[in-house]
């Protein structure tokens, strides 16, 4: 987002930067990944506002790998613009 000279609200963020992927990425990113995105960013508020101890190890592993890939697509969509 920030790269296209985009900034998310403060209100709904990550709400905002979910919705910047699917519009941006479109076909680039698979469904899949705005759909672990979106869940990480639920989870994220579950686990910050309302419990605690709600991700196993074997889900952040998962989630580290998740985002290598997420990182790898990004990047080639910004080396594309560059």
């Keep these: 987002m920030f790269e296209r000279g985009y900034r998310p609200s403060s209100v709904d963020g990550h709400v905002t930067v979910v919705k910047f992927l699917r519009a941006v990425l479109g076909g680039q990113a698979s469904d899949?990944?705005?759909l672990v995105f979106n869940g990480m960013r639920k989870k994220r508020h579950r686990i910050l506002?309302?419990?605690?101890?709600?991700v196993s190890q074997n889900e952040a592993k998962r989630s580290v790998e998740w985002a290598q890939e997420f990182v790898r697509t990004v990047e080639k969509n910004v080396n594309r613009r560059s």
């Design 49 to 54: 506002y309302e419990e605690m101890d709600i």
């Design 32 to 34: 899949r990944i705005i």
